[in-house]
């Protein structure tokens, strides 16, 4: 087991070791990177080493290793998920000076939200995930305005799938999020409350690329019962956001 | 030459690859991909799909490949980078409000600075590097300031090795080298005009973590010239932002 004989599986092996680090969990020793891949721990201890020979790795104090810059730098510097951030950041900072809460931005990604971008507001509801963070896309707003602005294939091979809950307030009828999702495409904007934490509100509305497909989903996170959420005015502030990034991204040419 | 015999030299060829890819180059051919990497094009072609079937890269349009969502996910969700660019981009908004001039934050890795975070201002003067991009310490003001607040061992192996110049304004003795960073040390921060582009000025200084180590250099690149640059406006309003920055890394643990 000391090497591969395919690259397939060296390439299989590094993204398994990666994936092992979250962002609650940024330092491993070899032996947890072993347990958390299922590598066998001279295996995992020699790759994390190759790793960090050329910067995928980085060794910090206590034998821990962390990602390293190398690949952040890999990643970043043509990455199109750093390019809808950064266009949609100014909107974003808007739509978080005016209201005052969390603001998200994703994308699809098979079943799952993908966030590439969020503003925080310290003292605001707690939020599940981060940057670089997942959420099934029936279960958060953002992902709830993707599905349903999404091809059909996509949200029937979705609804044949299990519908998982959280906190027993979501859908797990199919026809009953197929109606939902209906409602989001003819309303344009998604409203989900409690689906992942009992009282906290998502509202999401799509964002548009140069052509008139969907590209990300805009949300924000809020207490449940809200008043401007009652009263419209968050998904104004997130349709005039959505607009101007969808401008920008226009006149940019991505 | 098929397969890589050993794991090693897939990570390389790996890390080849994603190297290709920049910012003015974010699409290119398996074609592309063995030119600019050295690769014999079946091993490029061979590889390139490998990574998209995991995807660290994506199919696009006319055969092209861009780096995948998976790479960028892997590399941002426990980056240090990341969290940096995160914790500094407030009080980088507050400079660029204040000033409007484009502002970036910087970390060393060898003998370059990698920009981690650049907010930038539509119509200011044209500047050379985008996030993730780098630049030789010596010629820009947040690598000088780092140059000359790192380890003194860093330094001296810097001045030894030739230094290039772009404009012909930037000092290729190292003894004048030498002189400016320790000028620049005494000081607290760097200027430099011309080294990278003549009508424009750089000025920077350094960011401190949670002990009393620089962490990165905090750098506003405006004309030269600038009445603010002159009168010390600049200045103050990088050390107001880095000690706010220092205080959040403190106050967050990191």
Same mark, same amino acid.
């Given at each position: 087991m000391?090497?591969?004989p395919t690259?397939?599986?060296v390439?299989?092996?590094?993204?398994?070791?990666?994936?092992?680090?979250?962002?609650?969990?940024?330092r491993l020793?070899?032996?947890?990177i072993a347990?958390l891949?299922?590598?066998p721990t001279a295996?995992a201890h020699r790759l994390a080493?190759d790793m960090?020979?050329?910067?995928?790795?980085?060794r910090v104090?206590?034998g821990?290793y962390?990602?390293g810059?190398?690949?952040?730098?890999?990643?970043?510097r043509s990455?199109r998920e750093?390019d809808?951030a950064r266009? $949609?950041?100014?909107f974003m900072?808007?739509?978080?000076?005016?209201?005052r809460?969390?603001?998200q931005?994703g994308?699809v990604?098979?079943?799952e939200?993908?966030?590439v971008?969020?503003?925080?507001?310290?003292?605001?509801v707690?939020?599940r995930?981060s940057?670089a963070?997942?959420?099934p896309?029936?279960?958060?707003?953002?992902?709830?305005?993707l599905l349903?602005h999404?091809?059909?294939?996509?949200q029937?091979?979705?609804l044949e799938?299990?519908l998982?809950?959280?906190t027993?307030?979501?859908?797990?009828?199919?026809a009953?999020?197929? $109606?939902?999702l209906?409602r989001i495409?003819?309303?344009?904007?998604a409203?989900?409350t409690?689906?992942?934490?009992?009282?906290?509100?998502?509202?999401?509305v799509p964002v548009r690329?140069r052509g008139?497909?969907?590209?990300?989903?805009?949300?924000?996170?809020?207490?449940a019962?809200?008043p $401007?959420?009652?009263?419209g005015?968050i998904?104004?502030?997130?349709?005039t956001a959505?607009?101007?990034?969808?401008?920008t991204?226009?006149?940019?040419?991505?």
């Amino acid at each position: 087991m000391a090497n591969s004989p395919t690259g397939e599986s060296v390439l299989e092996r590094v993204d398994r070791i990666l994936a092992a680090f979250t962002a609650e969990d940024s330092r491993l020793t070899g032996g947890q990177i072993a347990a958390l891949t299922g590598l066998p721990t001279a295996t995992a201890h020699r790759l994390a080493r190759d790793m960090a020979r050329r910067g995928w790795l980085e060794r910090v104090e206590g034998g821990h290793y962390v990602v390293g810059t190398r690949l952040w730098e890999l990643a970043s510097r043509s990455s199109r998920e750093l390019d809808l951030a950064r266009t $949609a950041r100014p909107f974003m900072g808007d739509i978080h000076a005016a209201l005052r809460q969390h603001v998200q931005l994703g994308i699809v990604d098979g079943r799952e939200v993908l966030l590439v971008e969020r503003l925080s507001q310290p003292g605001a509801v707690p939020v599940r995930a981060s940057v670089a963070g997942r959420l099934p896309l029936h279960l958060s707003a953002t992902g709830l305005v993707l599905l349903a602005h999404g091809p059909r294939e996509h949200q029937q091979a979705y609804l044949e799938a299990p519908l998982s809950s959280v906190t027993g307030l979501s859908p797990t009828d199919p026809a009953v999020l197929a $109606a939902d999702l209906e409602r989001i495409r003819v309303q344009g904007h998604a409203v989900q409350t409690g689906y992942l934490e009992p009282d906290t509100t998502g509202i999401a509305v799509p964002v548009r690329g140069r052509g008139d497909q969907v590209v990300a989903g805009l949300g924000v996170v809020t207490r449940a019962g809200d008043p $401007a959420a009652r009263a419209g005015a968050i998904v104004q502030a997130l349709h005039t956001a959505a607009h101007g990034i969808r401008r920008t991204l226009r006149e940019t040419g991505r």
